[in-house]
């Protein structure tokens, strides 16, 4: 248990980080309350953004206090553009009486402590890594940007395609793990996972509240409904530490929900009075979506789905008493979003990768029942669910009628990809690369708002029942029935299990075994800083930039081999009689070979010619080993 205590250094430093230079600028542009704290990490996301880009243009490097600084810099700017250009300032949560911010707090403190202790569970230990084939780039991308103090998304492509002036990727996610990495002295695994944990006991509970009260709400039996409601769903944000592993989504869909609450404040679908002027409330958006999308841009392609019901609702109301004049703006504004939203969704989608993974009756079974990744069957979720469908249209408010709207197309789109076969129907799920997980992780976010309108309802009946003197007690054992209950059929038990697999390192483990983790953690005493390390990356030699700091000849599995590396890895083993091979070991320094054996992390086999058998031939040496994992020197070219 003491062990964990190594991880609350990164773990508070990301979460000041995410939430510091944001709320400093939603305080000073009038926010308050639950909307201070819950958009404060999505402002404090684009001013990171902006950091990456602006801080390699003006020389500096990508450190705690440069990045910090620009994004004050930045935020002055803003403030500038709030207070003197538009003259406006937002007015956020000043009329929330005491009582709802204390059930917000409890709730938010509630949420956040079950789903970090969730996730402390399925990590296991605080250096776990996910054995998984994308941790591989997540890990070496981080290493990569402490190592050249740059987090540009236009640099990242040095490290898979070296030599190719970059390209682009977003790096938001791995940019600030760098900062805690190399602020507070933990190796790369602690540090991402003390920030995801800071991510989601501070994003998640904190934007699912705010949307709550968008649409439900603001009462404290609401909040505390959607407290024990916002840590019911597998789902998210546990899923996405065990599946992929997608740590850039994670923080993406996150950050979703106050998006979509800041975006139904800018429609005027919404049971909150409004924040501020509509040139304000604008602002405010276009502020979010550069953190939002450079955290992940399918984050933002899930935003602009949800948005569609939204868009169509604020149009249609009060459509019978507007003026032709309003009513033709109205039009022209929705066709110059339907072709924006065209563009974004079907012309800039990346192909279907994936089949469906079920029969389309099965496919219908699992959206409805919230059956999310087969963990559990959270039937009084479920209902709930369908029972603040119900609710929502016979009220006819606009804000309840945009969320079941925003749920009937992430439920259309996870239906489509679980099990419908129809190329066409496929298609539209591109974004998402026609992957149910992916859509699995936005379902919380429609079906949270539903289902805490609903049982506040039914708490609502139970508890008017009851005399007086009786109903706080009553309440509370409501309360605790909702919790044990919603915890029970979500299927926490089996995820976890499988998630304890993926994060342990053991001796049969898929990506690095406790072997070939403990070589890795000391060869940096006998391979000098400029060597490079050869080996096969399905394997897990390219940890070896993550864990022991030294450069390897592919830090990314997938990469396209071409010159002096295609050389290595296609005719290392021919260097005592070819030339040319030393030559390019010289040009590379690559002057080590690690032999992790033939197990690779998807269990398939991929033979590089160079390498295959090189350990019984004369061209290496051995130099170490830890079991079956060995580390070689490269003699032939000495």
Request: aromatic residues 10%; neutral net charge; proline residues 5%.
């Amino acid at each position: 248990m003491f062990d964990w205590l190594q991880i609350l250094p990164p773990a508070l430093l990301g979460g000041a980080l995410l939430v510091g230079p944001g709320l400093i600028l939603a305080t000073i542009v009038g926010l308050r309350g639950l909307w201070a704290w819950a958009t404060a990490p999505a402002i404090s996301m684009t001013m990171y953004v902006a950091a990456s880009l602006g801080l390699p243009l003006l020389g500096f490097g990508w450190t705690v206090l440069n990045a910090c600084l620009f994004s004050l810099g930045f935020g002055a700017l803003v403030y500038f553009l709030y207070r003197f250009v538009l003259r406006a300032r937002l007015d956020g949560d000043v009329q929330s009486p005491n009582p709802t911010r204390i059930a917000t707090i409890t709730a938010w403190a509630f949420g956040a402590l079950v789903i970090t202790t969730w996730i402390v569970v399925g990590i296991g230990t605080p250096a776990g890594i996910s054995q998984t084939f994308d941790n591989v780039f997540h890990l070496n991308a981080i290493s990569f940007i402490e190592a050249n103090g740059d987090a540009s998304p236009f640099a990242i492509g040095e490290l898979t395609a070296p030599g190719s002036g970059g390209g682009f990727y977003p790096v938001a996610w791995h940019g600030l793990v760098a900062l805690i990495s190399q602020t507070t002295g933990t190796s790369v695994a602690v540090a991402l996972n003390g920030f995801n944990i800071a991510i989601a006991a501070l994003i998640w509970p904190s934007g699912v509240l705010l949307l709550v009260r968008q649409i439900v709400g603001n009462s404290s039996r609401i909040m505390l409904i959607a407290g024990v409601l916002l840590c019911a769903f597998p789902a998210f944000p546990l899923n996405m530490l065990f599946f992929g592993v997608l740590y850039p989504y994670f923080l993406g869909i996150a950050l979703v929900p106050v998006v979509l609450a800041v975006l139904l404040q800018l429609l005027g679908t919404t049971r909150q009075s409004q924040l501020g002027s509509k040139a304000a409330i604008a602002v405010l958006l276009l502020g979010l979506m550069p953190g939002l999308t450079l955290s992940h841009p399918v984050a933002m392609m899930t935003v602009l789905a949800m948005s569609v019901p939204v868009v169509l609702v604020s149009v249609c109301a009060g459509w019978r008493t507007a003026t032709s004049s309003t009513r033709l703006w109205r039009i022209l504004g929705l066709a110059a979003y339907g072709a924006v939203g065209y563009v974004m969704l079907y012309k800039l989608r990346p192909g279907v990768k994936w089949p469906p993974r079920t029969s389309t009756l099965d496919a219908l079974w699992r959206t409805l029942s919230l059956q999310i990744g087969g963990y559990g069957l959270p039937l009084i979720v479920a209902a709930l669910t369908i029972t603040g469908i119900v609710l929502a249209l016979r009220s006819k408010r606009p804000a309840a009628i945009a969320m079941v709207g925003m749920w009937s197309v992430i439920a259309g789109l996870h239906f489509i990809t679980a099990g419908v076969s129809i190329p066409l129907l496929r298609g539209i799920t591109g974004v998402w690369y026609g992957d149910t997980p992916r859509l699995e992780a936005a379902m919380p976010i429609v079906a949270i708002p539903l289902a805490v309108l609903a049982a506040d309802r039914i708490v609502d009946v139970m508890v008017s029942r009851i005399p007086q003197g009786g109903q706080l007690p009553a309440g509370v054992i409501i309360f605790a029935f909702f919790f044990l209950a919603t915890q029970a059929s979500a299927g926490y038990p089996a995820l976890i299990q499988k998630m304890q697999k993926s994060y342990s390192t053991e001796d049969d483990s898929i990506l690095l075994s406790s072997d070939e983790r403990t070589l890795l953690e000391r060869i940096d005493q006998q391979i000098d800083s400029d060597e490079m390390v050869v080996g096969n990356p399905w394997t897990g030699t390219s940890l070896a930039y993550a864990f022991a700091d030294r450069d390897v000849l592919m830090p990314h599995i997938l990469m396209q081999l071409e010159g002096d590396r295609a050389i290595v890895m296609n005719r290392l083993k021919f260097a005592d009689t070819d030339p040319a091979v030393c030559a390019a070991v010289d040009e590379l320094n690559a002057r080590w070979f690690l032999d992790f054996g033939k197990r690779e992390v998807h269990g398939s086999e991929h033979i590089y010619a160079g390498l295959d058998g090189i350990e019984q031939t004369s061209v290496v040496e051995l130099a170490d080993a830890e079991g079956d994992a060995k580390l070689y020197r490269v003699s032939a070219c000495d």
